[in-house]
């Protein structure tokens, strides 16, 4: 017996605080580090991704584990918003998420922007991710289709 089926469904209205309370425990301290946490700014960057209808609730045996972002740009997928429960991270459940994305979206080239200083990159590139850009906040990573 393998382990419980990740699943994914839209984030609505009734989501949003749950969801921007989530990025707010998952990116504060990182977004201090480098002197950008700003509350109402983090508020309208997710408000933006829910109003475009980009986020998702991430689900494991009927709880709400986190959220993520997708937004289909044609040759590729750019993911956006990935946080999970911190008391959940650290045991290979980021990596079940994106596997699991990956099969949703088969035979997709990936697009991602890291916060700079921030230990997602080592996880991103863990999964295939390489480095192909900088901006004055973010790194830019890409992972290539695979079959």
Do not use: N
Not at 32 to 53: C, K, N, T, V
Request: proline share 5%; hydrophobic share 40%.
């Amino acid at each position: 017996m393998g382990q419980a089926e990740i699943r994914f469904r839209p984030a609505t209205e009734a989501d949003f605080e749950y969801i921007l309370d989530l990025s707010i425990r998952t990116m504060r301290a990182h977004l201090e580090r480098i002197g950008r946490f700003d509350p109402e700014r983090r508020r309208a960057r997710m408000r933006q991704h829910l109003d475009a209808g980009s986020l998702h609730v991430i689900a494991r045996e009927g709880a709400t584990i986190g959220c993520c972002g997708l937004y289909d740009r044609g040759p590729h997928m750019e993911l956006h918003s990935v946080f999970l429960e911190p008391a959940l991270q650290g045991r290979g459940l980021g990596a079940e998420v994106f596997a699991a994305l990956r099969e949703a979206h088969p035979g997709r080239a990936w697009w991602i922007e890291v916060l700079k200083e921030s230990p997602a990159r080592r996880f991103w590139e863990r999964q295939g991710f390489v480095l192909t850009g900088d901006a004055p906040f973010d790194w830019i990573l890409e992972r290539a289709p695979t079959a």
